[in-house]
């Protein structure tokens, strides 16, 4: 199994950045493909980013698409989503997740989610 841990959510005004931090622990995190995902109250979860195991590879969501950067450190188990120029459309609760193989958009592939942090944007 993998644990999953996010920080770094807050309150933030229009216009400003937030770095997010996924801690992971337990089986090898250079493994795992990882995402980011968001959910806003009373809408469906959201792909947000995703990272393959090398960080070779990433992907965005086009609403985020310009102003988030996924990237991850695998000496350090951890995996980052730097945000800028946060819209009130960004609030969200935001989640990391591990999945075995590849970088999917889609959350049912993932095999591992942390607990999440908010994040708030205000106008």
């Known amino acids: 199994q993998v644990q999953l841990v996010e920080s770094g959510g807050g309150l933030v005004q229009a216009g400003g950045s937030l770095r997010l931090s996924c801690a992971a622990s337990?089986?090898?995190?250079?493994?795992?493909?990882m995402g980011w995902f968001r959910q806003a109250p009373g809408k469906e979860r959201e792909f947000v980013a995703a990272?393959?195991?090398?960080?070779?590879?990433?992907y965005y969501g086009d609403s985020v698409k310009g102003r988030f950067t996924i990237s991850r450190d695998n000496a350090k188990n951890t995996l980052y989503l730097q945000m800028n120029s946060l819209k009130p459309g960004d609030t969200a609760v935001y989640y990391c997740?591990?999945?075995?193989?590849?970088?999917?958009?889609?959350?049912?592939?993932?095999?591992?989610w942390g607990q999440g942090t908010q994040v708030t944007v205000s106008s």
């Open positions: 997740a591990a999945v075995v193989s590849g970088a999917p958009r889609s959350h049912y592939e993932y095999d591992y």
């Open positions: 337990g089986r090898t995190f250079s493994r795992y493909g």
């Open positions: 990272i393959s195991w090398s960080g070779g590879s990433a």
